[in-house]
């Protein structure tokens, strides 16, 4: 029986302590004690979701690990334009541009989907974009996990490789994009992602041509003010699964790199962007890049983002809130 | 022991007088000729000494809500740099406690000195407002306008006409004896 004295002591030893912190706490004067005991309440870490790891839902081309808010619908205008050593003719690019034009709409916080209609090769995109996991400030998750799926369909007349007397089927105008977003916002200045890519093209032009892409993407921000960032975004096509440049069975497509700029607002943001790629779909982004930027072969491009609350979140049925 | 913590727990709450909450409202509004903005905080926590008037606020900045989503981000990311400055507080005393009887229900002024930071920037005020004792809770009343520039959060000129230099600051939070 040697334990209970020790148990009986401690219980002594620690009720005693215990009233000699209540003794403090009474009779020390002064709101430092208030604040200490505020922040003791609140002490248990607060393990938020880290936000704006990326300015926008696109990094510059190509998506990024942001969603657009539940109920909140963004109208986004993009444009391409032609090659900027064309010369003044051409006035280095700017006559000839295609565009895309889109709505993307949040239905929960977790799931956004998107439509868009491209002058490039008459397209029409849809996609959804699924958040998995989300990183968390103070510990927990230490990146973000998305799913980007898409479709497209090209609606130009039928290419001219394939001959009068075969049928152009509407099954050979689709093609699919299948991509996780791995996301992790390393500071308040500095975020990088990876996008494993897989780009499923329904019909290719030549027979040795592979009908899926699969490419490994990186893309990155680094914050230069408060507005303003640097953003890069690079896809490399893994060896094998290149496409061909269309009518060309000797010359592989190109990696996508893009650098670009995003300048927000209030309201809009704006994304200067420059690329080797002409289009701004994935289908075409990732798997059918024809231009190089070593040879010089850049596009400058910019995309407008302009946001509407569509429905109001709960709670603000009776603020103040109005714009005149 | 059990018993022991217990007695002794209730012993100093019955004599410390605090009261406190954890789940505080503060709203702000701004208000210009192109744009009202107003958003709301229900995660202030704060606590008030009724022997020596000692009062006490900390405002968590990320849990602002407002209508627009892009709105709250642009508020932490640009305005407030809430990864910089996560918490506003007040750190005060009512100057007029004794006028207060936490014993007695009813609606008593007070008047709030002390020092309030925002973004960082600290600085001595001066707070009217008012506490209504009904039993074992007081509600705590206050609104006061905050001068955006006094607290060093810059506003570009493509958002000064929809931004406020003046914001009114309202807090309206019941407290709990504790």
């Known amino acids: 029986m040697h334990i209970k004295p020790i148990i009986l002591s401690s219980i002594f030893l620690f009720t005693a302590s215990f009233y000699a912190n209540a ?50 619908l963004d109208f986004r205008i993009n444009h391409r334009f032609g090659l900027l050593h064309s010369g003044v ?15 993307d709409y949040g239905i929960t916080d977790w799931l956004m989907i998107g439509m868009g209609r491209s002058s490039f090769m008459k397209e029409y995109d849809g996609f959804a974009k699924v958040r998995l996991l989300r990183q968390r400030d103070g510990g927990g998750m230490p990146f973000s ?4 799926g898409a479709i497209s369909v090209q609606t130009m007349d039928k290419p001219a490789y394939i001959p009068d007397s075969v049928e152009y089927y509407f099954s050979n105008r689709l093609a699919y ?59 490399y096509q893994i060896e094998g699964t290149k496409r061909f440049v269309e009518g060309q069975p000797n010359v592989m497509t190109k990696n996508p790199l893009t650098i670009g700029f995003d300048i927000e607002t209030g309201g809009h943001v704006f994304q200067l962007l420059f690329s080797n790629s002409t289009a701004i779909s994935e289908r075409n982004l990732v798997g059918q890049t024809v231009n190089d930027w070593g040879d ?20 603000f049925e009776n603020s103040r809130n109005k714009i005149w | 022991m059990i018993a022991v913590l217990i007695i002794c727990s209730t012993a100093v709450s019955g004599y410390a007088q605090k009261y406190m909450t954890r789940t505080g409202k503060v709203t702000f509004f701004s208000s210009t000729p192109v744009e009202n903005i107003e958003a709301f905080n229900n995660e202030v926590s704060g606590v008030v000494d009724a022997k020596s008037g000692d009062v006490a606020f ?76 009904k039993g074992n809770s007081v509600t705590a009343n206050s609104k006061f306008n905050v001068k955006t520039a006094d607290y060093g959060i810059k506003i570009p000129s493509v958002a ?19």
């Not at chain 2, 007040?90 to 007070?110: E, L, P, Q, R």
């Not at chain 2, 006409?161 to 709990?176: D, G, H, P, R, Y």
């Open chain 1, 23 to 72: 003794q403090v706490e009474d009779t020390a004067e002064g709101n430092d004690d208030l604040m200490a005991m505020l922040e003791s309440e609140s002490a248990k870490p607060v393990r938020e979701y880290t936000t704006a790891t990326f300015k926008t839902t696109r990094i510059a081309n190509g998506h990024s690990i942001e969603n657009t808010a539940k109920g909140v």
């Open chain 1, 89 to 103: 003719k051409d006035f280095f690019g700017l006559d000839g541009a295609t565009t895309r034009i889109g709505f």
């Open chain 1, 145 to 148: 996990l998305s799913y980007v």
């Open chain 1, 177 to 235: 994009v299948n991509q996780l977003l791995i996301a992790r916002k390393f500071s308040n200045a500095f975020s990088l992602q990876l996008m494993p890519t897989h780009v499923h093209y329904n019909l290719v032009n030549f027979k040795n041509e592979p009908n899926d892409v699969v490419a490994l993407g990186i893309g990155g921000r680094v914050k230069l003010s408060n507005r303003i960032s640097l953003t890069a975004e690079w896809y």
């Open chain 1, 296 to 315: 010089g072969d850049i596009h400058f491009g910019f995309n407008i983002s302009r946001v509407f609350t569509v429905v109001k979140p709960k709670g």
């Open chain 2, 58 to 133: 900390i405002v968590p900045i990320k849990s602002f809500k407002f209508e627009k989503a892009l709105m709250q981000e642009h508020f932490n990311e640009n305005y407030m740099e809430s990864d910089k400055y996560p918490k506003a507080d007040f750190k005060g005393k009512i100057s007029n406690v004794g006028d207060i009887n936490f014993a007695k229900d009813g609606t008593y002024n007070t008047r709030l000195q002390g020092k309030l930071t925002i973004h960082g920037v600290t600085k001595d005020v001066t707070l009217p407002g008012s506490v209504t004792v």
């Open chain 2, 160 to 178: 000064e006409n929809k931004i406020a230099k003046q914001i009114e600051v309202t807090v309206n939070t019941i407290l709990n004896q504790k």
